[in-house]
C-alpha cells in the first residue's frame, strides 16, 4: 500500500479544514437566526409583547383625556395578545420612528396603517396585507379640471402640503420639481393639511382616499378631488424586525385566523371603518345558525 506523501496530507487537511470553517460559519448563520427567532420565546417567557403604533384614526385612536388606545388595529393586537395569553405593551411612535423603534429593540411589532414599500422592506418584514388603500388628491375648489396624472399641476403658482416621514410626501417629492411644497411636523394629524387647503393656505394634498371621503363629507363644498377614483391603491400591513421569521409566522397566522373568523370586519364595524380587503372574509358556520 502507498504511503501518503506531505502533499497529500497537506490536501486532506486543507480540505478537511475547509469543510470545517464552513460547517462553522453554517453554525454561526443558523445561530444569529435562532438569536432572531428567540423574540417569541421572550415574549412567552416574560408575558409581554411590546407593542409600537402611530395614531391614526380609526386603526389606532388615542382618548387624549384617558391616553388609552382603541381602534380596530389596536383591538386584533389584544384579540392576539389573549390567544398567546400575554399583555400588550404600547410604545407610542410615528410615521417618522416606527422603523427605529424595532431595530432598536424597544418593540417587537409595529401594528402602524404602514405601507408596505420596497424602500421599507429594506429594514423590517411585513406581514401579508391587512386592508388596502388608495390615494387620492384633494384640491381647494377653483381648481377642478380635466386631469390625467398628478404633474399636470406641477407649476410654480401651486403650493402642496404633507406630512414629514408619510409615503404620499415622498411620492409627492418625487412627482413634484416646480410647486412649493410645505412640509409639516412627523406625526402631524391628516386634518391639518386639509385644513391647509380649505383654507387656501395650500392647493393641494395627496393622501388616503378613505379619510378625504370622511373629510369632504363633514366638510361639504370645501375640497375638490383631483380624479373620480382612487389613482393608486396601497397593501397595508403591520411589522417585525428583519429577519425576525419565528414572531412574523406568528403574527400571519393569527392575523390569517382573525381574518377567516371574520373577526376583522367585526372590529371594523365598531369604529365606522369600512376598507377595501384583499380577500374575501369568510362566514364561520357558528353563525349561520
Same mark, same amino acid.
Given at each position: ?63 387624549? $383625556? ?5 381602534? /380596530? ?5 389584544? /384579540? ?8 400588550p405593551v404600547w410604545v407610542e411612535s410615528d410615521w417618522a420612528t416606527w422603523i427605529a423603534a424595532l431595530q432598536a429593540g424597544q418593540a417587537d411589532i409595529s401594528i402602524g396603517a404602514t405601507y ?63 410647486? $412649493? ?15 391647509? #387647503? ?7 394634498? #395627496? ?11 363633514? /366638510? ?16 397595508v400591513c403591520w411589522a417585525v424586525r428583519r429577519g425576525d421569521y419565528a414572531l412574523l409566522n406568528l403574527m400571519k397566522v393569527a392575523l390569517r385566523n382573525i381574518r377567516d373568523r371574520g373577526l376583522?370586519?367585526e372590529f371594523e364595524r365598531a369604529v365606522d371603518a369600512d376598507w377595501i380587503h384583499p380577500v374575501p372574509n369568510f362566514v364561520s358556520t357558528s353563525d349561520l345558525g
Amino acid at each position: 500500500m502507498k504511503s501518503p506523501t506531505r502533499r497529500d496530507f497537506l490536501k486532506k487537511g486543507a480540505l478537511t479544514g475547509g469543510v470545517a470553517g464552513a460547517a462553522t460559519l453554517i453554525g454561526t448563520q443558523v445561530a444569529s437566526a435562532a438569536e432572531k427567532d428567540d423574540t417569541v420565546e421572550r415574549i412567552s417567557k416574560s408575558g409581554e409583547m411590546r407593542i409600537t403604533y402611530a395614531v391614526w384614526p380609526p386603526t389606532v385612536i388615542k382618548d387624549p $383625556k384617558k391616553s388609552e388606545l382603541e381602534g /380596530h388595529f389596536v383591538a386584533m393586537a389584544k /384579540h392576539i395578545c389573549e390567544e398567546m395569553k400575554v399583555k400588550p405593551v404600547w410604545v407610542e411612535s410615528d410615521w417618522a420612528t416606527w422603523i427605529a423603534a424595532l431595530q432598536a429593540g424597544q418593540a417587537d411589532i409595529s401594528i402602524g396603517a404602514t405601507y408596505a414599500t420596497t424602500l421599507r422592506a429594506q429594514s423590517v418584514d411585513f406581514t401579508d396585507p391587512i386592508i388596502y388603500l388608495g390615494w387620492q388628491a384633494a384640491l381647494r375648489p377653483g381648481l377642478e379640471g380635466d386631469y390625467k396624472r398628478l404633474s399636470d399641476l406641477d407649476r410654480e403658482d401651486i403650493t402642496i402640503v404633507g406630512v414629514d416621514g408619510g409615503a404620499t410626501l415622498q411620492y409627492v417629492q418625487r412627482v413634484f420639481k416646480k410647486a $412649493k411644497i410645505d412640509v409639516l411636523a412627523s406625526g402631524t394629524d391628516d386634518m391639518r393639511a386639509y385644513l391647509a #387647503v380649505m383654507s387656501g393656505r395650500a392647493d393641494m394634498y #395627496v393622501g388616503d382616499d378613505y379619510v378625504q371621503r370622511k373629510v369632504m363629507a363633514e /366638510h361639504p363644498g370645501k375640497l375638490v378631488s383631483m380624479f373620480p377614483e382612487p389613482f393608486r391603491m396601497n397593501s397595508v400591513c403591520w411589522a417585525v424586525r428583519r429577519g425576525d421569521y419565528a414572531l412574523l409566522n406568528l403574527m400571519k397566522v393569527a392575523l390569517r385566523n382573525i381574518r377567516d373568523r371574520g373577526l376583522d370586519v367585526e372590529f371594523e364595524r365598531a369604529v365606522d371603518a369600512d376598507w377595501i380587503h384583499p380577500v374575501p372574509n369568510f362566514v364561520s358556520t357558528s353563525d349561520l345558525g
